[in-house]
């Protein structure tokens, strides 16, 4: 970790799912946090999610001045962006709201401060173009769920963004824990929300057209491709796949099969038996355990899966447990 570079005051605006993550992290990296939500319950929820996260973070090591407590929810989105070093906004996932919010935070922050949205499909030069002062150092900062344990954070930089601002937020979120990933180029979803749609859609359609069940689907990613994924990803375990001739073998032997007509991609139609049929396989799956409990052993598993790709990939670049 790069000390100079944490930030020492994170102000995270919108504290559902993705916010509480964020808060969590920072908290444990040592940073100092200040919160702003509508919902006036937001705090009290957020602290509780903040203190069934910290078992974890305490087993992957905390910095010596984390504090579960260093954390101040305010009224106002000036009084939150007041002194903050490091601006990430998740609100919902709707355009005209990411927008507004983004207006207001850009015209209310100095201009030096990098401001991060963890949206999961919009450009960059869309939420830039609602900022006047300095739209350049709005940029996507796309974490994944739960925030607090996993690496990666996709960078993506818009049309006014220069690389200083990429590589000072490249540095503030690595000093944060995390595997900054800096996307070459602005797509809708950019690169990880592409690979999981994809995998999605094609889920939605086993289920819709009656072939597996979700408790099916689900058992094929964990018990088959999932568990290679979380060490080599596709391509290096695809190279692994075409024996001693590696991916270019691979390449050969299977190559045709991409004229297959074995994926549809074009997402189903979200009818209101698809959705019965994916809610429901998934509340038999859960087995009357809450979310929570599900989080819980999440967690244990994550933490413990992080340790084995530390173990068995030193060498990888951003993935040490350590927050
Ligand atoms: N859920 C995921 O797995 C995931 C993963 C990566 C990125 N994201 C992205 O993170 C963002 C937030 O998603 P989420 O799943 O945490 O949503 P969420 O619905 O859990 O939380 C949104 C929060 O924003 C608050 N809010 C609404 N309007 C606001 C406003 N104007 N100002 C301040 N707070 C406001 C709500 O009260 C709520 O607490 C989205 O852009 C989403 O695409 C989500």
Redesign the pocket.
């Known amino acids: 970790m790069t000390a100079s570079e944490l930030p020492r005051t994170v102000a995270v ?7 509480n993550g964020w808060i969590a992290r920072a908290l444990a990296a040592g940073c100092r946090v200040t919160a ?4 006036p319950t ?1 705090a009290e929820r957020t602290r509780a999610f903040v203190a069934r996260a910290w078992p974890a973070l305490e087993r992957l090591g905390l910095a010596d001045n984390a504090d579960q407590h260093a954390l101040t929810f305010v009224d106002s989105l000036a009084a939150a962006v007041e002194g903050a070093e490091l601006i990430q906004e ?4 709707r355009l005209e ?2 927008r507004a ?1 983004l207006a207001e935070l850009d015209a209310l922050a100095a201009p030096e401060v990098v401001i991060g949205s ?4 919009i450009k960059p030069s869309d939420l830039q173009s609602a900022c006047t002062k300095a739209p350049g150092r709005v940029i996507v900062a ?4 739960p925030v607090y344990l996993l690496p990666l954070v996709e960078l993506v930089g818009g049309e006014h963004t220069s690389p200083a601002v990429t590589e000072r937020a490249k540095a503030q979120y690595a000093a944060m824990g995390m595997r900054p990933l800096v996307v070459r180029r602005e797509i809708e979803g950019h690169v990880a929300d592409r690979l999981m749609e994809a995998l999605w859609r094609e889920a939605l359609h086993l289920v819709n057209d009656g072939v597996a069940t979700t408790e099916e689907v689900d058992a094929a990613v964990v018990y088959g491709c999932g568990l290679r994924w979380s060490l080599m990803g596709t391509f290096l375990t695809f190279h692994l796949a075409g024996g001693d001739g590696g991916m270019r073998h691979m390449l050969h032997q299977f190559g045709p099969a991409l004229k297959l007509p074995w994926t549809k991609l074009e997402a189903p139609e979200l009818t209101e038996e698809l959705i019965d049929k994916v809610a429901d396989g998934c509340e038999h799956q859960a087995a009357g355990r809450s979310v929570a409990e599900l989080e819980t052993r999440r967690d244990a598993f994550l933490t413990e899966l992080l340790e084995l790709t530390q173990k068995y990939w030193p060498e990888a670049e951003g993935l040490q447990s350590r927050i």
Do not use: Q, R, W
């Open positions: 605006i919108g504290t559902g799912v993705i916010g702003f939500d509508l919902d937001a998740n609100v919902p996932e709201i990411k919010t963890s949206t999961s499909g796309h974490p994944f769920n």
